[in-house]
T-cell receptor
């Protein structure tokens, strides 16, 4: 069985400050990892994903996440946040091969303060 | 349309009534998922379809919940004898085959309120 833990339910941060949203996972097999974002009054959309290759993955809007197998983590970071980054962020995990059931974390609400 | 659509967008029903929620996945997407999103609970997996079959129904919370998919396309989630604890946003997602199966495309959701 796989699981995802997002330790912070809410993260307030001032505009232009850096932010890190934490995600830890548990799985007995190889995993694929994702961050999804849900902007206010919008549906979930994929932000970035790690399937294989480079452990550092980036999104088009400046977020990045690093797959750390030894620490079973996939933390999301941005060096300078913007008001428009205010949203809820969900970490998700699935396993390779066969049926890819995706397990989501409980989400972290990022509130960017002007 | 280009994305996943769900209907209705909002549904208010009285306790004890049955409701049907509809999901239209992206054309050609073979896999379809239903989730429930409650306040502070994240996304709760309900059921997964591959084509018209449902190999994983493990997330359905009770036998009041059922779902079907026809023609490898539209899916309907039915909740019988609704209870107040069923109030939530119900989300549908679909994925394509091959390497695209790892990326889920979500619909806007149906907000269900049981009074």
């Amino acid at each position: 069985a796989q699981s995802v833990t997002q330790l912070d339910s809410q993260v307030p941060v001032f505009e232009e400050a850096p932010v890190e949203l934490r995600c830890n996972y548990s799985s007995s097999v190889s995993v694929y990892l994702f961050w999804y974002v849900q902007y206010p009054n919008q549906g979930l959309q994929l932000l970035l994903k790690y399937l294989s290759g480079s452990t550092l993955v980036e999104s088009i809007n400046g977020f990045e996440a690093e797959f750390n197998k030894s620490q079973t983590s996939f933390h999301l970071r941005k060096p300078s946040v913007h008001i428009s980054d205010t949203a809820e962020y969900f970490c998700a995990v699935t396993t390779s091969g066969g049926y890819q059931k995706v397990t989501f974390g409980t989400g972290t609400k990022l509130q960017v303060i002007p | 349309g280009a994305g996943v659509s769900q209907s209705p967008s909002n549904k208010v029903t009285e306790k004890g009534k049955d409701v049907e929620l509809r999901c239209d996945p992206i054309s050609g997407h073979t896999a379809l998922y239903w989730y429930r999103q409650s306040l502070g609970q994240g996304l709760e997996f309900l059921i997964y379809f591959q084509g018209n079959s449902a190999p994983d129904k493990s997330g359905l919370p009770s036998d009041r919940f059922s779902a079907e998919r026809t023609g490898g396309s539209v899916s309907t989630l039915t909740i019988q004898r609704t209870q107040q604890e069923d109030s939530a946003v119900y989300l549908c997602a679909s994925t394509s085959a091959g390497t695209g199966r790892y990326e889920q495309y979500f619909g806007p959701g149906t907000r269900l309120t049981v009074t």
